[in-house]
C-alpha cells in the first residue's frame, strides 16, 4: 500500500535533517577520519563478503524475470565483491579535495584571494540496479566531504541494504555521523519525487540509469540535476586516417562492452574513401559480431556484410551489438550529422591531418572528444580521474566523468589587513 | 490582453531555434570577433546615447509610482552611459577563456587527455530593473562564446528595447549572428515560465532579481538554473580582532551602500570584548546613520545607539540603513548563528588570531569568506574577475561571483595515437 503525503514529507524531513547535520560535520572534517572510513568499508566488504553473496541471492530470488544482461549487473559474487574492496581501498589514495587552493592572486589593494574547494553538502543520488554504485557513490561523495542520501533500485534492495550497513559501520568506526549514508525507509514511488522537490532539501541531486528514470528527477526537481544521460556516440573516419587504426578503434568502441553509455552507436565514414575504408570496417564490425546497419552508400559498398538502417536508427542508442555506419561529405558533413544526431557524450575522429582533428575538435560539442582513441575511453579512470561516479551530459559544473572534484563546490577565500570598498 | 499558451510556445520555440542557431555559429567564433563585437557595442553606447537617456525617459515617465530608489536603479544619464561604455570596453581585454586549456596529463598509454573551457551554448537571463545588466550580460556571455536571451523587467522596456538594437548592430558589425542576443518579442507572464520550462531549451536560466522572481524560475524550470539569492552577510568580530579595524570594516560593510545583496545584515560580537567592542561599534554604526537593532547584550551596553531587535531580524536581509547586532559567545557562538541565518552568500571575521580565522574559514560554508575584510568585497571586481553577472549562491558550477569563465564548461579532449580500451 503506498504511503500518505504525510507520511512521505515527514520521511523526507527525516532524511533531509538527519544528512544536513551528517553534511555539517563532514564539512569541517578531517582527511584521515574520511581515509579511515573508505578504507575500513574495503575490510569490511572483503569480511562480510559471505552476507552480501546471500543478501544478493534474495534479489536474484526476488526477480526471477530480469533479462540476462540486468541479472549479470545485479549479481554480486565473491570475485565481484574482492574488486568492489580492492577499487574501494584505491580510492582512499586520491589526493585530497576538500580545502585545495585551486587559484590565489593577490589585489592590488593586498588582498589575498584564494579560490577554496569546499564540499557540496548534501547529495541524493537515484540510481538502477547495479548495486556497486551504492559503495562508489558513498565513498567518493563522503571522501569529498558531503553526506548522501541513496535510493538504488527496488531489484537490488536488499543487496544496497547490506552495503549501507557496512557503510554506516564503516562511518561509525572513523568517528564521522552514519547518516552520511542514508538509504530511506520506504521504498514508496513517491519519496523520489518529494525528496528533489524540497526546495532547500539537497544541495544536488543526480539521476543515473535510463532515460525515462532522468526525465521523472528532472521534472520532479527543485533543486539542481546533473543528468546521465545516454550516450550517442559517433565515430568519424576522416579521408586522412589510417584505416588499419581506424578499424582497431571502432571494433573496440562499438564491441568491446556493447551496453555502456560510452560505446559506439554510429560510425561515420568520408565519402572520399568510401570504397576502401566501407568494405574494410563494415568487414571488422561483422567477424566482431555487431550488426552493421548501413545507410544507401553503405549498403553498396558492403552488401554482404551490413543491413540497411531505417530512420529510426539514425540517433539511437542500441547499447547491443548493433551500429549504423553511414557515408558523409568530409568533415563538414561529420559534423551536421553529429549536431543533428548526438547526444553531447563522446565524439571521436580518426584523422591523420591534424589540421582536420583540430576543426572537429573546434566544431563539435561533447563532454568528451576523442581523437584517434575509443569513444570507450570517456571514463573516469582513462581519463585520469581515478574513480567516477557518472558521466554527466549536463554541461553545468561537471561535463564528463565526474570524479572527487566534481563532488565539491569552489568558493571564494578573501583574506585582508583591513581592507574596505571604496 | 495575455497570449495565448499556442503563441506563447510559437515564440519560446522561435527564440530556442534562432538562439540555438546562433549559440551553434559563436561555437567555432574567433577571439577578434567577439572582441570587436565588444568593443563595437562601447562605441555605440557612446554614440547613442542621447537615444538611450530618451528611450530611458519613456520608462520613467511610463513607472511615475516607482519608489526613489528604483527610479535611481532605472535611470540611464550621460554619465552612466559613458561609464558602461568604458567598462564594456574594458571587458574586451579580459584573458580568452573560450579554448583555454585547464589541465593536461598524460596516461600510461600515451593518450594526452586535455580539460578545455567550451561556451555553454544558450542562456537565458531573467533580470529586474536596472538596465546596464542588459549589457553586461550580453557582452559576457558573447565573450565567452554563448547565445543569450534577455528579459529584463517591464519597467525598462523601452531602455532595454534600445540597448538590444545596440548589441545587434555590434554582432552584425563584427559578422556574428544577431541572434546571439534576443529578447522575447511579448512580454507576456507565461513566457518566462514557458521558456525555462522547454526541457532542451536553453543551457542555463539565470535569474537575478528578489527572492519572488527566482522562485518563481526555479518552480517553473525543467534546465539548469543558477540562483543569485539574497545575501544576509555576517561580521564576526572576534576577541582578538583590531577594534579600529572592526570597526571601519563593520561601517564599510553596511553603510557604504546598503541595499545590495553584500552589504552586512548582522553583527556579531564576541562576548569576551562586548563591553569594550559594543558600545564603539553601535556608536559608530548610528553615527552613520544605520539603526542598530540590538540583542539584549548590545541594549545593556549600547542603549542610547540601537534599540532593540525582534525575532524577524535575525536573518532578515534588511537592503537598507538598518542593521542586527548580537553579541555571541565566541567562534562557535558566531558559527551557530551564521549556520542559523546565513545564507550562504558573504560571511566575514574580524580576528588578528590566525588560528581562530582558519577555524572561521573552515566551518563557515559561504560563497565568499573574508577574514578582515569587508563583506562588500565579494564583487567580481573586487576579487580579480573583471567583470561579472552576478553573484551566485547556487553551489553547482559557480558559487560567489561569475566572471566568463563561470559561462563556460569544461570539456574532455582525449588526443591519441589509436588507443582502445582493454
Avoid: W
Avoid at 543478501?55 to 540486468?70: H, M, T
Amino acid at each position: 500500500m503506498p504511503l500518505g503525503a504525510a507520511a512521505i514529507a515527514a520521511e523526507v524531513e527525516r532524511l533531509i535533517a538527519a544528512g544536513r547535520a551528517a553534511a555539517l560535520a563532514l564539512f569541517a572534517s578531517d582527511r584521515q577520519s574520511r581515509q579511515r572510513f573508505v578504507h575500513k568499508t574495503a575490510a569490511l566488504l572483503t569480511e562480510q563478503a559471505q552476507n552480501l553473496v546471500q543478501a544478493n541471492a534474495r534479489d536474484l530470488a526476488a526477480n526471477p524475470n530480469l533479462s540476462s544482461a540486468l541479472r549479470d549487473r545485479l549479481r554480486l559474487d565473491a570475485d565481484r565483491i574482492s574488486a568492489m574492496a580492492r577499487d574501494t581501498a584505491a580510492v582512499a589514495e586520491l589526493p585530497e579535495v576538500v580545502g585545495a587552493i585551486v587559484g590565489r592572486q593577490t589585489m592590488p589593494n593586498g588582498l589575498v584571494v584564494e579560490r577554496q574547494r569546499v564540499p557540496l553538502g548534501l547529495i541524493a543520488i537515484i540510481y538502477e540496479a547495479r548495486p556497486n554504485v551504492t559503495i562508489d557513490a558513498a565513498v567518493l561523495s563522503v571522501l569529498a566531504g558531503n553526506a548522501v542520501i541513496l535510493r538504488g533500485g527496488s531489484e537490488a534492495a536488499h543487496s544496497n541494504q547490506a552495503l549501507v550497513e557496512i557503510l554506516r559501520q564503516a562511518l561509525q568506526f572513523a568517528a564521522l555521523p552514519p547518516d552520511a549514508v542514508q538509504i530511506p525507509t520506504t521504498r514508496d514511488r513517491g519519496l523520489v519525487d518529494a525528496l528533489v522537490g524540497r526546495p532547500g532539501g539537497v544541495d544536488l541531486a543526480i539521476p543515473r540509469g535510463g532515460t525515462a528514470l532522468i526525465e521523472a528527477v528532472t521534472r520532479a526537481a527543485r533543486v539542481p540535476v546533473i543528468q546521465h544521460y545516454q550516450g550517442v556516440c559517433h565515430l568519424y573516419v576522416d579521408g586522412s586516417a589510417d584505416l588499419a587504426m581506424a578499424t582497431r578503434i571502432a571494433v573496440n568502441a562499438k564491441a568491446q562492452r556493447p551496453g555502456v553509455c560510452n560505446a559506439m552507436e554510429a560510425l561515420l565514414i568520408d565519402a572520399a574513401i568510401a570504397d576502401r575504408a566501407v568494405p574494410v570496417l563494415a568487414q571488422a564490425l561483422h567477424q566482431a559480431g555487431v550488426q552493421v546497419r548501413g545507410c544507401p552508400r553503405t549498403l553498396a559498398r558492403a552488401a554482404a556484410t551490413a543491413i540497411a538502417a531505417t530512420d529510426a536508427d539514425y540517433g539511437r542508442e542500441f547499447l547491443d551489438l548493433q551500429c549504423l555506419c553511414a557515408v558523409v561529405d568530409g568533415l563538414e558533413g561529420a559534423m551536421d550529422h553529429i549536431r543533428r544526431y548526438g547526444s553531447h557524450h563522446t565524439e571521436a575522429i580518426v584523422a591523420s591531418d591534424p589540421a582536420i582533428a583540430d576543426a572537429f575538435v573546434r566544431g563539435v560539442d561533447a563532454s568528451c572528444v576523442a581523437i584517434n582513441a575509443s569513444t570507450r575511453l570517456n571514463d573516469g579512470s582513462c581519463l585520469g580521474l581515478g574513480a567516477e561516479i557518472g558521466i554527466s551530459t549536463t554541461k553545468l559544473h561537471a561535463y564528463g566523468p565526474m570524479g572527487l572534484e566534481a563532488l565539491t563546490a569552489v568558493r571564494f577565500v578573501a583574506r585582508g589587513q583591513g581592507q574596505v570598498r571604496t
